[in-house]
């Protein structure tokens, strides 16, 4: 019989391969939309891409039988995370054709560990505390030697 601690560690390590694969995604995704972009124009794109986001998530709520739930008294900011996306992907399109792929995935790589450092520390956005530890530094100088070696080599 698995004990508590060995099921949590496994669920840490199965969220650790999700989140690879979620990386793995974004930068599929970042190609096909910068693409696309190419093709059609930004914002037309943006409009695709969001319309057939809407329509796969419709979609997926009605195979799993999932009903919508709206709760009252949420913090507004909580309902800004879908013009972040869409601010996301027109930026990822703009930057894909100057910047190519990898350097706007590893741009953007530096931007979330750093927005996620800082919310971690402080809380932000009803996050629970996780304090900035020196660990975390050579992560960062990690990140932005690669950037630099992808930049200027």
């Known amino acids: 019989m698995k004990t508590a601690r060995k099921i949590e560690s496994e669920m840490i390590e199965m969220m650790q391969l999700i989140s690879i694969l979620i990386g793995a995604l974004i930068t599929l995704m970042i190609t096909l939309n910068g693409s696309l972009s190419n093709s059609v124009g930004n914002y037309t794109a943006s409009v695709l891409i969001h319309v057939i986001g809407?329509?796969?998530?419709?979609?997926i709520?009605?195979?799993?039988?999932?009903?919508?739930?709206?709760?009252?008294?949420?913090?507004w900011y909580l309902y800004?995370?879908?013009?972040i996306g869409i601010f996301t992907v027109i930026f990822n399109n703009l930057?894909?054709?100057t910047l190519g792929v990898s350097l706007t995935v590893a741009l953007g790589?530096?931007?979330?560990?750093?927005?996620?450092?800082?919310?971690?520390?402080?809380?932000?956005l009803g996050m629970k505390k996780i304090k900035f530890n020196q660990k975390k530094i050579v992560g960062l100088v990690l990140i932005i030697a690669g950037i630099v070696v992808m930049a200027f080599y």
């Open 80 to 83: 800004t995370a879908g013009a």
């Open 109 to 124: 790589l530096l931007g979330q560990s750093i927005a996620s450092v800082l919310i971690d520390h402080y809380g932000w």
């Open 54 to 59: 809407l329509a796969a998530i419709i979609v």
């Open 95 to 97: 930057n894909f054709v």
């Open 61 to 75: 709520m009605i195979v799993t039988k999932t009903k919508m739930k709206f709760r009252n008294h949420l913090p």
